[in-house]
Nanobody
Framework: VQLVESGGGLVQAGGSLRLSCSAS???????LGWFRQPPGNEREFLGV????????GYGDSVKGRFTISRDNAKNTAYLQMNSLKPDDTAVYYC????????????WGQGTQVTVSS
């Protein structure tokens, strides 16, 4: 599965962005999720969504500000990011896995998000 993230860019603190994660193949049977990697730091888990979209889970640092959704008809997952802070500056990656407990072995190339103060 080849994944492509898009929607990153420069935004002011307090603003919003929506990232997309798209594939040319069907994603409806995959669990999808998001990570980010700030400069000089380890990759951080942001959230995950089940194949149906019926279940989601989030990392503590973004809970209440970020929302994951998906549109299986478009083979796309989304990460809606609100109330952005400078600490949210990072490269954002999506992944696909066969299930929530399966290896995350399909990754996109990442998209840069920069939040200015």
């Amino acid at each position: 599965v080849q994944l492509v993230e898009s929607g990153g860019g420069l935004v002011q603190a307090g603003g919003s962005l929506r990232l997309s994660c798209s594939a040319s193949t069907r994603l409806s049977s995959y669990t999808l999720g998001w990570f980010r990697q700030p400069p000089g730091n380890e990759r951080e888990f942001l959230g995950v969504i089940s194949w149906s979209g019926g279940r989601t889970g989030y990392g503590d640092s973004v809970k209440g500000r970020f929302t994951i959704s998906r549109d299986n008809a478009k083979n796309t997952a989304y990460l809606q990011m609100n109330s952005l802070k400078p600490d949210d500056t990072a490269v954002y990656y999506c992944y696909a896995a066969r299930s929530i407990s399966s290896p995350r072995d399909n990754w996109g190339q990442g998209t840069q998000v920069t939040v200015s103060s």
